[in-house]
């Protein structure tokens, strides 16, 4: 559940909304959070999608499922990253997924579980990516590859910077 309550009014609720529009399991839907903008609120889902909702209304903006590049491992736990018209998160899976803020249409996604080449010459491979969110520095985005977490995720040792082309 996602819900906006009334500060001046006791917390009274504005609006709540069923995120994931079906019953929830033992391991509920939304992990590590959410992100907002002045006119959404963002949040990865458990069950491996995105939604974005209207922050005055709760109405839903858009639902953005994901097909996993892990089926062992599906579903988002990370928390959400926005920076400007961007939504950044990261797959239990080893995906990162850069989203248009306003549709919810994939910007660009990259699959981190796999060997990289690394800087200093150390063996480095991307796995899950779970707690902190994708960081964005100079327009720069970060990302930690690597997270086994409590529902075996996928091991990995990598920190990843993405820069436009």
Known sequence: MIAARDPERRGAVLWQINAANRPIGP???????GANDATRA????????????????????????????????????????????VVLLGGWDGAVHALNATSGAEVWSFNTQREFQTVNGVSARGGSIGGPGPVVVGGTVFVNSGYIGVQRGAPGNVLLAFTAE
């Open 27 to 33: 391991l509920g839907e939304i992990v590590w959070g």
């Open 42 to 85: 963002y949040f990865g889902l458990n069950g491996g999608a995105a939604i974005a909702v209207q922050l005055t209304t709760g109405t839903r903006a858009w639902l953005r499922p994901f097909e996993s590049v892990d089926p062992q491992r599906s579903g988002n736990n990370s928390a959400i990253t926005v920076a400007g018209p």
